[in-house]
């Protein structure tokens, strides 16, 4: 079946701009993660989703950063005045049911560039 | 919080050598521990994974073993191919959470 898929795949903004990143999760899985993966680093938790509830969003750098997913499947995640530091590639990922044993499958990332 | 630590940050193999890379996490909770390979460009790929109630677990050239006494995990690559080379991830979880914690990646490169 089709795996994670994320869109745009790159992304490039200038400071300021509000961009916005969609996921969309493998049919039928409950659970929805957001990572972001700086250049040579592993994936860093920002958020999570159960359905339509964000049960988490510790993660999330600053209030400029906002995730959704309204219906309980696409999610969006969006960012607001962006600033250079926010350059990453930006991981979706979902699970069927979110506990932590649970295996995650990622997306192929929005890369983004804040010039 | 939960850290996971990774050992080797670079590794170069000979084509045909096995390939150790280590990790270490600190939550004693902890008890899935999945491993990813990330082509350049490319989304993380899991290619196996532990969970705390065995010791080692094997699929063809590829083997994971876990000590929960030494919080201690690592993946065994043999007769390793040119098509091996990629990042690898190691990453723990556990029933008390829900998010992955990863490691900071080892690059790995088999030489033909």
């Known amino acids: 079946g089709a795996g994670v898929s994320q869109s745009p795949r790159y992304k490039v903004a200038k400071r300021g701009q509000d961009v916005a990143l969609r996921c969309d999760p493998i049919?039928?899985?409950?659970?929805l993660f957001w990572y972001q993966q700086a250049l040579g680093q592993g994936p860093e938790f920002l958020t999570y989703?159960?359905?339509?509830?964000?049960?988490?969003k510790s993660g999330l750098p600053s209030d400029r950063f906002f995730a959704e997913r309204p219906e309980g499947s696409v999610s969006t995640l969006k960012i607001q005045r962006t600033q250079q530091e926010d350059s990453a590639v930006y991981l979706c990922?979902?699970?069927?049911?979110?506990?932590?044993?649970?295996?995650?499958?990622f997306g192929p990332g929005t890369r983004l560039t804040v010039l | 919080g939960e850290n996971v630590e990774q050992h080797p940050s670079t590794l170069s193999v000979q084509e045909g050598d096995s390939a150790v890379i280590k990790c270490t996490y600190s939550?004693?909770?902890?008890?899935?521990f999945p491993w990813y390979k990330q082509e350049l460009g490319k989304r993380p790929q899991l290619i196996i994974d532990?969970?705390?109630?065995?010791g080692e677990k094997k699929d063809q050239r590829i083997a994971v073993t876990l000590n929960k006494t030494a919080k201690h995990f690592s993946l065994h690559i043999t007769e390793t191919q040119p098509e091996d080379s990629a990042v690898y991830f190691c990453?723990?979880?556990?029933?008390?959470?829900?998010?992955?914690?990863f490691g900071t990646g080892t690059r790995l490169k088999v030489l033909a």
């Open positions: 990922a979902s699970s069927l049911s979110g506990g932590g044993t649970d295996t995650q499958y």
């Open positions: 532990i969970r705390s109630n065995v």
């Open positions: 049919s039928g899985h409950v659970s």
């Open positions: 939550d004693s909770a902890s008890n899935y």
């Open positions: 990453a723990a979880s556990g029933s008390g959470t829900y998010k992955y914690i």
């Open positions: 989703f159960q359905n339509e509830a964000q049960l988490d």
